[in-house]
């Protein structure tokens, strides 16, 4: 079964330094990745995606993201945060066998993110 | 543009009692569609998710259950709310497995 793990819970940031925040996911197969962030009170949003190609993907705000095949890795990056960028991220994956094909969409458990002014 | 919309925000229900939570989805067909629960600590939980009507796939058993009647409706149902049932739902919908999903505004349960 697909799995996605977050190690991190709960990351404390002062405003320009760098961040990253790790995730790893367990599936034999292809698969698509994703990262979300939820604002406070606002919905969940797409950061960025990746299917095929370039390992690096960037997404909005700044943030990217490499896709690490061996080590089933997919960390967001960000070289110089900003107190806006409090939030919550989610890592994603997509893919897995069902009845009806890979449309199984599975998160991790977020991380949380404070940025000090 | 598409849409989607869940309703209600916010329910108090006694345990006990039934529920059922909606979604809807505007401006695409045969979208796949999806329930979470969220809960602090424990990220996004995918409850039910669906490729087509009639079709749902379940990913945790519990107290619970999905319908989709229509090609854009998804229902979130229960007989008998636990107080364990209390959290945030959320309902998404993607086009395709190649796509991200899209997320509604979400539900938040209290069972009193």
């Not at chain 1, 977050?6 to 002062?14: F, G, K, R, T, Y």
């Not at chain 2, 919309?5 to 979208?31: K, M, R, Y």
């Amino acid at each position: 079964a697909q799995s996605v793990s977050q190690h991190n819970h709960h990351v404390i940031l002062s405003e320009a330094a760098s961040l990253e925040l790790g995730c790893n996911y367990s599936y034999g197969g292809t698969v698509n990745l994703f990262w979300y962030v939820q604002y406070p009170g606002q919905h969940l949003q797409l950061l960025l995606k990746y299917f095929s190609g370039d390992p690096l993907v960037k997404g909005i705000k700044g943030f990217e993201a490499e896709f690490i095949k061996s080590k089933f890795s997919f960390n967001l990056r960000k070289p110089s945060v900003q107190w806006s960028d409090t939030a919550e991220y989610f890592c994603a994956v997509n893919g897995g066998r069902s009845n009806f094909g890979n449309e199984k969409l599975t998160f991790g458990t977020g991380t949380r993110l404070t940025i000090i002014p | 543009s598409q849409t989607i919309h869940q309703w209600p925000a916010t329910l108090v229900q006694p345990v006990g009692s039934p529920l059922s939570l909606e979604c809807t989805v505007e401006g695409t067909s045969n979208p796949n569609l999806y329930w979470y629960r969220q809960a602090a600590g424990r990220g996004l939980q995918l409850l039910f998710y669906s490729v087509g009507i009639g079709q749902i796939s379940s990913e945790v058993p519990q107290n619970l259950s999905a319908s989709r009647p229509q090609d854009r409706q998804f229902i979130l149902s229960s007989k008998k709310l636990l107080l364990s049932d209390s959290g945030f739902y959320l309902c998404a919908w993607g086009q395709g497995w190649d796509t991200e999903a899209f997320f509604g505004q979400g539900t938040r349960l209290t069972v009193v």
